[in-house]
């Protein structure tokens, strides 16, 4: 009977298969770096900052296998993010925009946006920027988000009438976790029904 963990692991074209399936790690040559970042790329939306911290992680298990200079790797991985970032094959404000969409209709808090996107080495200009182009989205984008959140949670409105009030204060917990004000917590929690928020914040 076959195991999962002996299931070999996808990886960059060119990667040898080391035993029960997992691939040895291979020599960070600038050549391999570049096929390995491309094969990311092509699996994931990715900041510079982020795209970098993959391949020095590739560096690093190149250095401990095979004795490879690590800044040179380093070195490699760098000039590889900028010549991507002037092609255009990264651009931090495409996935910062991206990204701060997906997480809103989601239900992110701008608060939890930001922090996302700071860690994954989004400079501060374009989390900023990212944050405020939600604005084009909804009238009241943290309103919008909350109730995004609420309703994939189950929280006040979208509760059975029955329960709403035993669990209120756990949903505002719940929301004040999720990086909403007070405020905004309120405003979703006091409303009967979804249709009377969509109905008085236009949502």
Not at 16 to 43: D, I, K, N, S
Not at 164 to 170: F, I, L, P, V, W
Request: hydrophobic share 40%.
């Amino acid at each position: 009977m076959s195991n999962d963990k002996d299931k070999a692991v996808p990886g960059p074209p060119g990667a040898p298969a080391g035993r029960r399936g997992r691939r040895a790690p291979r020599r960070a040559t600038p050549e391999y770096l570049e096929r390995a970042a491309l094969f990311y790329l092509e699996r994931y939306a990715s900041s510079s900052e982020n795209l970098r911290r993959v391949l020095r992680r590739k560096v690093e298990r190149s250095v401990r296998a095979h004795g490879t200079d690590r800044e040179a790797g380093f070195a490699a991985v760098d000039a590889l993010v900028a010549r991507f970032a002037r092609s255009g094959l990264v651009d931090d404000r495409r996935f910062a925009e991206g990204k701060a969409a997906s997480l809103h209709r989601r239900g992110g808090s701008a608060r939890a946006i930001r922090a996302t996107l700071a860690a994954k080495g989004v400079p501060a200009q374009e989390i900023d920027a990212a944050v405020t182009g939600l604005e084009d989205l909804s009238a009241d984008p943290e309103l919008a988000a909350a109730c995004a959140f609420a309703r994939r949670r189950r929280l006040g409105p979208w509760r059975r009438p029955e329960d709403r009030a035993e669990m209120q204060s756990k949903d505002l917990a719940a929301l004040g976790r999720g990086g909403f004000s007070f405020e905004t917590a309120r405003r979703v929690l006091q409303a009967e029904t979804p249709e009377e928020l969509e109905a008085e914040y236009g949502l």
